[in-house]
């Protein structure tokens, strides 16, 4: 059972968006800031946000990342069959003084 | 660019200890906090801890007794050892750069990099 709740999947055709949910509690999404992992299969997770909303270098912005209360939620515009991942959010748990991961969101790109 | 490097056994008796290590390359390991995280197959992501180059670290509770993260910085390794395996810890293990950092009022925390995972059974 993970801290962090999301939906274990979601599917939308190619060129449409998709937005994925993260829910939290005050002790985590509510007061911390979220980042956002993309899992492509047999890979390691790779960075996509970080502190709710912003992209590293070589991210494009198709992705995008907003945080409201204790809810977070990511945002792929434009999408690719490139982008059937696994997708993770992520903060730290300031009561339970650890990093914690949603359960991951399955994408598939229909 | 900065990478990370797992390695280490991939079969582990049960009951026996798991020591696996982190070489980091393309930056210092200086200044920044490196974290160790698991993933049981078909499943999420488990953080396990971390360490600074100072030696500080942070456990997650429920391993707390169980693990070690231990970093030597003129080899830039940081190293994790995991004891009283139990087939419950067959997982991929991540090492990965830890950017977490809490202020007054709020903490900002993510994983930049990380390592391409080892596979890591534990089975007699």
Known sequence: QSVLTQPPSVSAAPGQKVTISCSGSSSNIGNNYVSWYQQLPGTAPKLLIYDNNKRPSGIPDRFSGSRSGTSATLGITGLQTGDEADYYCGTWDSSLSVAVFGGGTQLTVL | ?124
């Open chain 2, 1 to 124: 660019q900065v990478q990370l490097q797992e390695s280490g056994p991939g079969l582990v008796k049960p009951s026996e200890t798991l020591s696996l290590s982190c070489t980091v390359s393309g930056d210092s390991i200086s200044s920044y906090y490196w974290s160790w995280i698991r993933q049981p197959a078909g499943k999420g992501l488990e953080w396990i801890g971390r360490i600074s180059t100072s030696g500080s670290t942070n456990y997650t509770p429920s391993l707390k007794s169980r693990v070690t993260v231990s970093v030597d910085t003129s080899k830039t390794q940081f190293s994790l050892n995991l004891s009283s395996l139990t087939a419950a810890d067959t997982a991929v293990y991540y090492c990965a750069r830890d950017r977490g950092f809490c202020s007054s009022t709020s903490c900002f925390y993510y994983f930049d990099y990380w390592g391409q995972g080892t596979l890591v059974t534990v089975s007699s």
